[in-house]
């Protein structure tokens, strides 16, 4: 029987994933584990490639997708991507496991010590992401959908978020638009290093900075109290503002009421852009244009690189689908008011 990961760490009574940080030297392990890791592994014999060849004779058809249910995540969009992955998925023969733990170590240390799946796709990929690397150094075929701080030896698959933050900023300045803001995710969403937010929130800020424009952003949870506070924060810091930004499908629509409360129409008093998965959204209409993110495009290529990394060697790839910005108005230069 061949050794894998998960015997070296049960047998050094440590997670697989201390062991993978102790071969893969990307976090600081201490002297007294790192000793006992190195001693099970003599003891067990423990060989990555043997493991690795075991592990394709005896495939399970199946593919984990670990998607965890964190607070602050908008589930509408999750299930679109797991629908899509599913379908993808199958399309190649293959079912899906889902994982959804908000505990998503865990997820990952049960399925490599269960030997439950034959590769993985991660979602709600964070900057500093840890889940990665486990998979990475314990040899097991893995794509992230999102980009992290560090991409060394991982295969990744996202929007370009960066550019679709300057993409709805140059959007605004052209027709008109000096003074922009942006309604963001949750407070939530930061505070955990989430890849994909974070991005877009540096597009837009270095857009705005290269065209000369004056600019604030806000987080922003789903209910009507919170996106009135949100508002209310960006047109005390820019009281003239005339151009908005919304990264944030569960709040557009209780956003744009609140905008028409306050009577603030859209074009001729706020120009609102939003950015959002590529499913019509019910407010949509109502926005002056839209950046997409494509969901099915980026579900197929997570599979499509997860499936092939199960034949083949694959260099380690990362792929930033280009945002595409679709204008639902004819908008023309409007003229900012106090608020």
């Known amino acids: 029987m061949v050794v894998t990961i998960v015997d070296v760490a049960r047998d050094a009574g440590v997670a697989p994933s ?16 790192m000793l006992r890791i190195r001693k099970s592994i003599r003891k067990l014999g423990y060989d990555p490639r043997e493991s690795a060849r075991e592990r394709h004779l005896t495939r399970s058809g199946t593919l984990g997708l670990f998607a965890p249910l964190r607070d602050a995540v908008d589930r509408a969009v999750i299930m679109r991507f797991i629908s899509e992955i599913n379908a993808a998925a199958r399309l190649r023969g293959y079912n899906v496991l889902l994982f959804t733990d908000p505990d998503a170590e ?18 709600d990929v964070e900057t500093r992401e840890s889940r990665a690397e486990s998979l990475h150094s314990a040899g097991h ?3 992230l959908i999102g980009l992290p701080e560090r991409v060394a030896g991982l295969h990744c698959v ?7 933050g300057d993409l ?11 003074r922009i803001g942006l309604v963001g995710s949750p407070e939530l969403v930061y505070q955990r290093g989430t890849s994909y937010a974070r991005r877009l929130i540096e597009g837009f800020q270095r857009g705005a900075r290269a065209r000369r424009l004056q600019y604030c952003w806000t987080p922003c949870g789903p209910s ?15 009281p003239m503002l005339s151009g908005l930004v919304v990264h944030n499908e569960a709040a557009l629509s209780v956003l744009l ?75 023309s230069a409007v003229s900012a008011r106090p608020r």
């Open 18 to 33: 201390t062991v993978s940080y102790a071969l893969s030297g990307k976090r600081k392990i201490s002297t007294n584990t």
């Open 106 to 123: 865990r997820d990952i240390e049960h399925a490599l010590e269960r030997g439950l799946v034959d590769a993985s796709i991660v979602m």
């Open 141 to 143: 075929p893995a794509v």
């Open 158 to 164: 996202d929007m370009n978020f960066f550019l679709a």
């Open 168 to 178: 709805a900023v140059d959007y605004l300045a052209k027709v008109g638009h000096q």
């Open 224 to 238: 009507g109290d919170r996106a009135a506070q949100s508002l209310d924060a960006l047109f005390r810091r820019l």
């Open 257 to 331: 009421l609140e905008l028409k409360r306050r009577g603030l129409r859209n074009p001729q008093d706020i120009c609102v852009v939003s950015v959002g998965a590529d499913y019509h959204l019910t407010a949509e209409s109502a926005v002056s244009a839209s950046v997409t993110i494509p969901v099915r495009e980026i579900s197929d290529v997570a599979v499509e690189t997860v499936v092939a990394q199960l034949s083949s060697h694959l260099e380690p790839e990362v792929r930033l689908l280009s945002p595409r910005l679709v204008s639902r108005d004819a908008v």
